[in-house]
């Protein structure tokens, strides 16, 4: 695609180009998104009912709308080059510190900093620098600055939502209603934010490289099940004091099992798949549209269903290890069942959504699938919680599996697409070294 500044170079800043992939710096970037994302598993777990799953969901939505803006920003600019790291550090710095914020975004403890105000505040200065990169770097550009002005727009009315919501409802309200017209104050700035992303229609989407922004996707999808790892793997603080049982270790290989699955129903092919889609997407605006919906918004529900599923898990391990807990466990809480199967659920109806959008595939092995772990979940619910798991694993592996073999002939067309493309850059690379090195 065309520089969308005209080829100019803002004094600073380097442009990106069609071929560039994701930076060190940026995975350096995503290492904050590490410990958010462990953040909003513990806050979840830490208000176990469907009112605090919901903020969770909230927080984790505007989470994700600041990430998406590193990525945009990645495939503008370069981001290793000029100033940008020293400003990319600086930004990092308010990113962890509303990741640190999060547990306390909707409740204001006395004896620190009011967690909302920290949290609106940071989120403020993260979304506001993001913004003026690019405003700098269409500068010269009239159109350019005139559309990702309006990206401002939604930047001041989200955190002026986010605001009120930690200053008003507490004076108007008491009790359920406060709680309510506070997050109905957050859902409000997520409606601000991802709704001038569809009016705007692509305009803060400027797609210089499809390989660099299907690959920043790819690099978060990991993060977050690198998430469900650490939360299998650490559970509660007590775990560490407990003894190492056979149940433990059945609990960990039944957890790796299901992650397993679903990174091979996203990596396997339908991530080589949307990339090549993307890439055949020449028109600039269609190819905007595009990163936008599969990857902004429907990259979204992923990341949600691996953290649900984390949150699943997060207490499992732990009655496992506990000497008091019957061999298979006791019967799962009813949010750790609905976490666990809802979370796997969401995850694959995200990969039916995204074949269809890009790919104009049914993926009806995994639509059947989602129905039946639908139609398990009250099985599971009688179950002790490893059988519960151990059903959850083998259906997720099937419904993996069946719809892996239902793809065999689209899956080798995208993976040998795939394979050339890495074999010749791979062998361009190899023919610069030996000219240059």
């Known amino acids: 695609m065309a520089r969308a500044d005209g080829g100019r170079r803002a004094s600073g800043v380097q442009r990106s180009a069609p071929g560039s992939r994701a930076t060190r710096l940026e995975l350096f970037y995503d290492l904050v998104f590490v410990f958010a994302f462990l953040n909003v598993t513990t806050a979840a777990a830490g208000n176990p009912t469907v009112r605090g799953v919901i903020q969770a969901l909230v ?4 989470l994700w709308w600041c990430w998406t803006g590193f990525a945009a920003l990645g495939n503008v600019i370069r981001t290793d080059q000029g100033v940008v790291p020293l400003v990319g550090f600086v930004t990092m710095a308010a990113a962890f510190v509303l990741a640190l914020s999060l547990p306390k975004a909707f409740i204001d403890r006395p004896g620190g900093l009011s ?7 940071c989120y403020f200065l993260v979304r506001a620098s993001q913004v003026s990169i690019f405003l700098w770097v269409g500068r010269r550009n009239r159109d350019l600055r005139q559309r990702w002005l309006l990206m401002a727009v939604p930047v001041v009315l989200a955190t002026t939502f986010i605001v009120t919501a930690a200053l008003v409802p507490q004076r108007l309200f008491d009790g359920t209603a406060e709680g309510l017209a506070r997050l109905a104050c957050w859902i409000a700035a997520i409606g601000v934010e991802y709704g001038a992303g569809l009016a705007l229609r692509g305009t803060g989407w400027t ?10 996707h790819a690099q978060i999808i990991l993060v977050a099940l690198g998430e469900t790892i650490i939360a299998l793997g650490l559970g509660p603080s007590g775990t560490i004091s407990l003894p190492l049982t056979w149940p433990v270790l059945i609990g960990a290989v039944l957890g790796i099992a299901v992650v397993a699955a679903l990174w091979w129903a996203y990596f396997d092919t339908l991530a080589f798949a949307m990339e090549q889609a993307l890439h055949r997407t020449r028109d600039r605006l269609a190819r905007a549209v595009l990163a936008r919906d599969a990857y902004t918004y429907l990259h979204l529900p992923v990341v949600a269903g691996v953290i649900l599923f984390a949150l699943g898990l997060k207490g499992l391990i732990y009655e496992g290890a506990d000497p008091g807990t019957p061999a298979w466990g006791v019967t799962l809480p009813g949010l750790d069942l609905l976490a666990l199967y809802g979370g796997v659920s969401v995850y694959l109806l995200a990969m039916i959504v995204l074949g269809g959008r890009m790919l104009g595939a049914a993926r009806w092995p995994t639509v059947g699938g989602v129905l039946l772990l639908l139609l398990l979940v009250p099985v599971a619910a009688q179950l002790p919680e490893l059988v519960a798991l151990a059903l959850l694993a083998a259906a997720t592996v099937l419904i993996v599996g069946v719809q892996t073999v239902v793809d065999a002939p689209r899956r080798r067309r995208v993976r040998q697409v795939a394979l050339e493309e890495q074999l010749a850059a791979e062998a361009e690379q190899t023919r610069w070294r030996g000219h240059h090195l």
């Open 115 to 121: 967690g909302p105000l920290v949290f609106a505040s």
């Open 207 to 216: 797609i210089l490289s499809a390989g660099h922004w299907a690959e920043r």
């Open 59 to 62: 927080v984790l939505a505007l």
